[in-house]
């Protein structure tokens, strides 16, 4: 099976910018979409972000539309989030996540079968 490992999380002031990265390694199986999931301590955890893997779809929150970009590089099996003015609630860990069923229009976390570790993006006012 593929593994996911996220990184580039970290502590930044409110308004600051912050890039994560996930390669995918020992990539054995077909992926259709990749997705970035955040998580606060005491909620659920719940969708930011999905590119598909050919690049012609995208899709976010609308808590992070319009601060938030996902990209992708196929020929180095890494997705990108590029997170731009940053507020304290989006203070979480973020997770990558990869779609290999193919569900473009579903953003449970059930869609999703292969998850990173997670890496801890800290927003302080």
């Known amino acids: 099976q593929g593994q996911l490992v996220e990184s580039g999380g970290g502590s930044v002031q409110a308004g600051g910018s912050l890039r994560l990265s996930c390669i995918v390694s020992?990539?054995?199986?077909?992926?259709?979409?990749m997705g970035w999931f955040r998580q606060t301590p005491g909620k659920e955890r719940e969708f930011v972000a999905a590119?598909?893997?050919?690049?012609?779809?995208?899709a976010y929150a609308d808590s992070v539309k319009g601060r938030f970009s996902i990209s992708r590089d196929n020929a180095k099996n890494t997705v990108y989030l590029q997170m731009n003015s940053l507020k304290p609630e989006d203070t979480a860990v973020y997770y990558c996540?990869?779609?290999?069923?193919?569900?473009?229009?579903?953003?449970?976390?059930?869609?999703?079968?292969?998850w990173g570790q997670g890496t801890q993006v800290t927003v302080s006012s």
């Open positions: 996540a990869s779609d290999s069923f193919g569900l473009f229009g579903n953003r449970a976390v059930a869609a999703f079968n292969s």
């Open positions: 020992d990539r054995t199986f077909s992926i259709y979409r």
């Open positions: 590119i598909s893997w050919s690049g012609g779809y995208t």
